[in-house]
């Protein structure tokens, strides 16, 4: 499933919702009552480490926290190991 919202009340009924396996924000995101992304981000953060969250990446997305995520994602999930770090014995 996709999806997108347009403001933050719907961005946390959708997440509440449906639980989805991953969420990207958007920096300008901000509701009539004055809460921003970053307070979306919050409230998620705090459901998601509850329920096991992996890793979060923050834009932009660079590749030192992309290799940190795939190393974190390949220790929990071994048949994501790329063939050249299996073969190596990394």
């Given at each position: 499933m996709?999806?997108?919202?347009?403001?933050?009340?719907?961005?946390?009924d959708l997440f509440?919702?449906?639980r989805p396996n991953v969420i990207t924000l958007d920096v300008?995101?901000?509701?009539?009552?004055?809460?921003?992304?970053l307070s979306v981000f919050r409230t998620?953060?705090?459901d998601v480490l509850g329920?096991?969250?992996?890793?979060?990446?923050?834009?932009?997305?660079d590749s030192p926290?992309?290799?940190r995520m795939w190393r974190r994602l390949s220790e929990i999930y071994?048949?994501?190991k790329r063939s050249d770090?299996?073969?190596?014995g990394r």
């Amino acid at each position: 499933m996709v999806a997108e919202t347009e403001t933050v009340a719907q961005t946390i009924d959708l997440f509440r919702t449906t639980r989805p396996n991953v969420i990207t924000l958007d920096v300008g995101l901000r509701s009539a009552t004055g809460m921003d992304a970053l307070s979306v981000f919050r409230t998620i953060t705090i459901d998601v480490l509850g329920e096991g969250a992996l890793e979060c990446i923050v834009e932009p997305f660079d590749s030192p926290g992309l290799e940190r995520m795939w190393r974190r994602l390949s220790e929990i999930y071994p048949e994501l190991k790329r063939s050249d770090e299996a073969a190596s014995g990394r």
